[in-house]
């Protein structure tokens, strides 16, 4: 089974601190994704990766960035975190553009 | 534009019933739909996966729909559980773009005892 795992089910953070949310999959995807889903907006794309050092903004890339140092694991890091960027945040995995996304389990960031 | 709007926004049924989610769709060029299942507190997790000629597909109670001419989906649940309790999320592809997945708002689906 395809597994993809985010370090942390939880976060609470300050206004202004350095975030970093990581993302591993264990099946060799090419790709990888960073959505945050919010009440009535659904899923909105942050950031996909399609190959180690590669990224493409998505459609809210403001606020945050992306590294992917190896195949995989995929961060998100959220330079100077702030209020409005309270969410869940989604990682997924694919091989190829329009395949299966397999998401890890989320992590509900809080900014306070 | 590309986008994909559910409704409805919400459903609340009795255990056992029957329920048909909807899906519309302006996405080109259009690759596939697929419908996911996220519980409370997970990731989705896809149910099914229709492609330009499909028509209908089935996945145990779940039946889902494509009209390609129209760009419509819709999910049927035969005789639902509790368990079926869950929002789901139409997602449709475009071709040959990783970027190009849109997803709808999805469909919070409770099911009463």
């Known amino acids: 089974d395809v597994k993809v795992t985010q370090s942390s089910r939880y976060l609470v953070k300050r206004t202004g601190e350095k975030v970093f949310l990581e993302c591993v999959q264990d099946?060799?995807?090419?790709?990888m994704f960073w959505y945050r889903q919010d009440p009535g907006l659904g899923l909105r794309l942050i950031y996909f990766s399609y190959d180690v050092k590669m990224k493409e903004k998505g459609d809210i890339p403001e606020g945050y960035s992306v590294s992917r140092e190896k195949k995989e694991r995929f961060s998100l890091i959220l330079e100077s975190a702030s209020t409005n960027q309270t969410s869940m945040y989604l990682c997924?995995?694919?091989?190829?553009?329009?395949?299966?996304?397999?998401f890890g389990q989320g992590t509900r960031l809080t900014v306070v | 534009k590309n986008q994909v709007e559910q409704s409805p926004q919400s459903l609340i049924i009795l255990e056992g019933k029957n329920c048909t989610l909807q899906c519309n769709y302006t996405v080109s060029p259009f690759s596939n739909l697929r419908w996911y299942k996220q519980d409370t507190g997970r990731g989705p997790v896809s149910l099914t996966i229709?492609?330009?000629?499909?028509n209908t597909k089935s996945n145990g109670r779940y039946t889902a729909t494509l009209d390609a001419d129209t760009k419509q989906s819709s999910l049927h649940i035969t005789a639902s559980q509790l368990s079926d309790s869950a929002s789901y999320i139409c997602?449709?592809?475009?071709?040959?773009?990783?970027?190009?997945?849109?997803f709808g708002s999805g469909t919070r689906l409770s099911i009463r005892p």
């Open positions: 997602v449709v592809s475009a071709k040959s773009s990783a970027s190009k997945i849109i």
């Open positions: 229709m492609t330009f000629s499909e």
């Open positions: 099946m060799d995807h090419e790709n």
């Open positions: 997924a995995s694919s091989w190829g553009g329009d395949d299966e996304a397999f």
